[in-house]
């Protein structure tokens, strides 16, 4: 059973930086593909930013825009997703959701192509 935290978000102003975290345990994060997403409440989970079993990363342009940056350490078997110049429409809750299915690196955008996902980490930007 693959078990997946976020951690990082927290309160930050305008312009300010956060650097999430997501763990697994279970299973190496290199096998599989990590994508972030954030959700608004009231609404659907909407695609961040993907890192692939291959290596590839895919990124929501309309939302990222040069800003953010998803890498993996594998020796920590954990995928950050750095978030700098942050706005007031970033406040969400971020999810993490992990995949080992062929589809989760070639359709890293869906939601549907993860398996396992954490309870998700507040991100609050202040104007």
């Known amino acids: 059973q693959v078990q997946v935290e976020e951690s990082g978000g927290g309160l930050v102003q305008t312009g300010g930086s956060l650097r999430l975290s997501c763990t697994a345990s279970?299973?190496?994060?290199?096998?599989?593909?990590v994508g972030w997403f954030r959700q608004y409440p009231g609404s659907m989970r909407e695609f961040v930013a993907a890192l692939g079993r291959n290596g590839r990363t895919t990124y929501n342009s309309n939302i990222v825009k040069g800003r953010f940056t998803i890498t993996r350490d594998n020796g920590e078997n954990t995928v950050y997703l750095q978030m700098n110049s942050l706005r007031p429409e970033d406040t969400a809750v971020y999810y993490c959701?992990?995949?080992?299915?062929?589809?989760?690196?070639?359709?890293?955008?869906?939601?549907?192509?993860?398996?396992?996902w954490g309870q998700g980490t507040q991100v609050t930007v202040s104007s």
């Open positions: 959701g992990v995949g080992f299915r062929g589809d989760s690196t070639s359709y890293p955008v869906s939601d549907s192509s993860y398996d396992y």
């Open positions: 279970g299973r190496s994060l290199r096998s599989g593909a």
